[in-house]
């Protein structure tokens, strides 16, 4: 059975899969996703035997990254833990009191499998799965009203912990990947993406937004792992900014993608993305810059 994201992430990358691993460069040896969110091209790259080497996967969100370190240190017992959540998950007055866990002092003592599960149960049944928080750093998406969420899939939990065993997770800024990558490693930055419009944004994750400084921020990192002798792909948005800030890398392309949360969580449709890579990929032999995918 392959191991899934066992997280409903903002800007998952589930759809774009097919798009990312056509651009997969023809080798490589240590993978790294500093912006790890649901994993969607970590758990591929597993589950086909392309992570020979090891990986490292950070994130600057610590409570997701507390979900990977308790699915990949305590599965049984945060499944345990999700168990005794499960009945609850369409009593609204439960949802609040876990919810209400990081308004309390002494959050971050209580013990990480269950903040991890608390994560998870709050993903499950917040609305729109959307891990929004807000500029204290509090979870505040509201209750979602689901009528059969999945709030513990035990399989793919014990999947996800087998695909984790030797993998590398930290709570760490993007750029951390600087003292890390040695060249022919492979590094996917899936960033925040820069807003299409004003009041299209959805970079809520941290708390702290990400703005276009952090983008430009994120370029320099790129072409200095490029530099290196490092394969570096990253997605964002068709926007002006993303296609100015990575113009003239081996690819630059644009792919169609349906997306599925955006700045409220309703809006669904098909927008143009931005993948670029520093390398020519394997299904590539020659330069497409610019081309429509
Ligand atoms: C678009 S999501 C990643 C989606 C993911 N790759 C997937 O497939 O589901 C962006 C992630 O960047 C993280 N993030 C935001 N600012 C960051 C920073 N400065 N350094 C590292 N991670 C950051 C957020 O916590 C969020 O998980």
Known sequence: ??????????????????????????????YHEPF???????????????????????????????CYTAVRDHVEELIEILQRHK????????????????????????????????????????????????????????FGYYKNPLIVDPENLREVSRALQHVELLVDDFAGVLARAEPDDFIYFDPPYVPVSATASFTAY?????????????????????????HVMLSNSYTELARTLYAGQPVH????????????????GEVDELIVCSYLPASRPSALVGAKA
């Open 1 to 30: 059975m392959p191991a899934r994201s066992f997280l409903k992430w903002a800007g998952g990358k589930a759809q774009l899969l097919p798009a990312l691993t056509e651009r997969l460069p023809p080798r490589f040896r240590r």
């Open 36 to 66: 790890v969110g649901g994993g969607a091209l970590f758990f591929h790259l597993w589950n086909t035997g392309r992570l020979q080497a090891g990986a490292t996967l950070s994130d600057f969100n610590p409570e997701l990254v507390a």
């Open 87 to 142: 009945p609850h998950f369409a009593d609204r007055d439960y949802f609040y009191a876990i919810r209400g866990w990081d308004r309390q002092p002494g959050f971050e003592h209580i013990p990480l499998v269950e903040r991890a599960a608390r994560t998870i149960f709050l993903n499950r049944t917040c609305y729109n799965g959307l891990y929004r928080l807000n500029n204290r750093g509090q979870f505040n998406a509201p």
């Open 206 to 230: 941290t708390g702290q937004g990400f703005s276009e400084l952090e983008q430009r921020r994120l370029a320099e990192v790129f072409m200095r792992l490029a530099e290196r002798g490092c």
């Open 253 to 268: 392309e644009s792919v169609r993608a349906s997306r599925k949360i955006n700045c409220d969580g309703k809006k669904r």
